[in-house]
């Protein structure tokens, strides 16, 4: 699987931008999506996840009630919409395709990143 991430940007604090990560090839369903962001100087975190048919979600407490992620599995794509945008939302932000084992999200692959910069 080959994944695009695109829809990054500057941004104004309390502004919103919607990302996208397009996938290649026929499984895109068979995974769990997730999003992921990593600041300078800090550790790759997550971010959000949606389960294979779209009808569970998550999402790390710093992002709860701003950001929601979606999916399209005809169009082989997720979504994730940023609202209410934050400077320490700044980060590159990563989608992911993977699987959740143990309660914890293992990517198999990684998009490239998509660089989001929120202006004070």
């Known amino acids: 699987v080959q994944l695009q991430a695109s829809g990054g940007g500057l941004v104004q604090a309390g502004g919103s931008l919607r990302l996208s990560c397009a996938a290649s090839?026929?499984?895109?369903?068979?995974?769990?999506m997730g999003w992921f962001r990593q600041a300078p100087g800090k550790e790759r975190e997550f971010v959000a996840g949606?389960?294979?048919?779209?009808?569970?979600?998550s999402y790390a407490d710093s992002v709860k009630g701003r950001f929601t992620i979606s999916r399209d599995n005809a169009k082989n794509t997720v979504y994730l919409q940023m609202t209410s945008l934050k400077p320490e939302d700044t980060a590159v932000y990563y989608c992911?395709?993977?699987?959740?084992?143990?309660?914890?999200?293992?990517?198999?692959?990684w998009g490239q990143g998509t660089q989001v910069t929120v202006s004070s």
């Open positions: 992911a395709a993977g699987e959740v084992v143990s309660g914890t999200y293992d990517a198999d692959y």
């Open positions: 090839g026929r499984t895109f369903s068979s995974y769990v």
């Open positions: 949606i389960m294979r048919s779209g009808g569970s979600t």
